[in-house]
């Protein structure tokens, strides 16, 4: 039988599981074989080979135990259990194996070897048990006599034993298999999760950013749709093209007013060559527009009037008197330049 450790983290763990019971059978037998020795020690009418056979024990647990520490399970279990079997053996004569109740505790060997070695071991112990057994009873005529029901009981309770330590070891291993399944079940999960996580920020931040940059290209779309160019020493041209709904007219308002706080501007040219449509909300908001123009001391120049706009304008009653016009652009420019 080879000690050998397997890649698998499900042999490891059984591997693990059977060391610990190794160690743990090792310094239970070697404490209940001390107490007997040192009881041993003040009892003369023990036989005198029973000092010797207790003291092999205690160096087998002892053994057992070392090689528990150093991985080696199957090898450890087997001198553990072989070396109960021989003292249960010897720790009579052979006749007093086969009339008294001695032989049953051949099943706690028989028991240490399937928990920690395997089936193997236990159909090793359990076979050499029934061999010595068997044997004595053979020399002594035991199945013969009264002790025929013992000896036969005691060999059932042999084979018993072997079952259920076999038993005991394959449920280990399963439970073993079991959990490690369930282990690695909620690593994949943990995994996953991670994963999950991991793409959902990655979403999140790819998200974030196309969300930045359309609120950059909202902006940079509004400042071209509504520009303010410094066009003279206090001069500010905004030529509107196309369609003025509120949020241009918002972000018009806003931006021609900033441009007339910061670089003290006296005069804003609206030219509105671009718009070919214009109706009584245009109106209101350019007219609001220039009233938000004067408050900060500065004046409004319509230019860029065409004959349909000045039409529809006289034919809905506006009033833009409020506001200096001229029909074209160049000729608001060079009437400003005429002043200064």
């Given amino acids: 039988m080879s000690e050998s450790d397997s890649p698998v983290h499900h042999d490891h763990a059984s591997h693990q599981l059977r060391l610990t019971f190794l160690r743990a059978a090792a310094v239970t037998i070697g404490v209940f074989t001390v107490i007997s020795l040192l009881a041993s020690l003040v009892d003369p009418t023990l036989p005198p080979y029973t000092i010797p056979l207790q003291i092999g024990l205690a160096l087998s647990c002892a053994i057992s135990f070392w090689m528990g520490r150093r991985g080696l399970a199957t090898v450890g279990g087997l001198v553990l259990s072989i070396s109960l079997i021989i003292a249960i053996t010897f720790a009579g004569t052979p006749k007093e194996l086969?009339?008294?109740?001695?032989?049953?505790?051949?099943?706690?060997?028989?028991?240490?070897?399937?928990?920690?070695?395997?089936?193997?071991?236990?159909?090793?112990?359990?076979?050499?048990?029934?061999?010595?057994?068997?044997?004595?009873?053979?020399?002594?005529?035991?199945f013969q006599d009264s002790s025929s029901t013992y000896i036969i009981t005691t060999m059932l309770i042999i084979l018993v034993s072997g079952g259920l330590a076999t038993l005991i070891f394959r449920s280990q291993q399963r439970l073993l298999m079991r959990a490690q399944e369930q282990t690695q079940q909620a690593v994949m999960a943990r995994h996953d999760l991670e994963e999950r996580?991991?793409?959902?920020?990655?979403?999140?931040?790819?998200?974030?950013?196309?969300?930045?940059?359309?609120?950059?290209?909202?902006?940079?779309?509004?400042?071209?749709?509504?520009?303010?160019?410094?066009?003279?020493?206090?001069?500010?041209?905004?030529?509107?093209?196309?369609?003025?709904d509120t949020r241009r007219m918002d972000h018009l308002r806003i931006s021609v007013l900033n441009s007339i706080?910061?670089?003290?501007?006296?005069?804003?040219?609206?030219?509105?060559?671009?718009?070919?449509?214009?109706?009584?909300?245009?109106?209101?908001?350019?007219?609001?527009?220039?009233?938000?123009?004067?408050?900060?001391?500065a004046k409004v120049m319509m230019t860029g009037i065409s004959p349909e706009i000045a039409s529809t304008i006289v034919s809905l009653g506006l009033d833009f008197n409020d506001f200096e016009t001229c029909a074209h652009l160049q000729d608001g420019v060079g009437r400003i330049l005429s002043r200064n």
């Avoid at 049953?104 to 399937?114: E, N």
């Avoid at 449509?277 to 900060?296: H, K, P, S």
């Fill in 98 to 142: 086969v009339e008294r109740p001695l032989g049953v505790s051949y099943m706690i060997a028989i028991l240490v070897a399937g928990m920690v070695s395997g089936a193997s071991a236990v159909l090793l112990t359990s076979g050499i048990s029934l061999a010595l057994l068997t044997t004595f009873a053979l020399m002594y005529g035991a």
């Fill in 261 to 297: 706080y910061t670089q003290k501007v006296h005069t804003v040219i609206l030219d509105i060559t671009g718009i070919h449509l214009i109706d009584t909300g245009v109106t209101q908001n350019l007219q609001e527009l220039g009233q938000a123009v004067g408050l900060l001391g």
């Fill in 197 to 244: 996580g991991a793409a959902l920020q990655t979403s999140n931040s790819q998200l974030l950013e196309a969300n930045t940059a359309q609120l950059a290209m909202l902006q940079t779309i509004a400042e071209l749709e509504t520009p303010a160019i410094p066009l003279l020493d206090g001069v500010l041209v905004v030529p509107l093209v196309g369609h003025l």
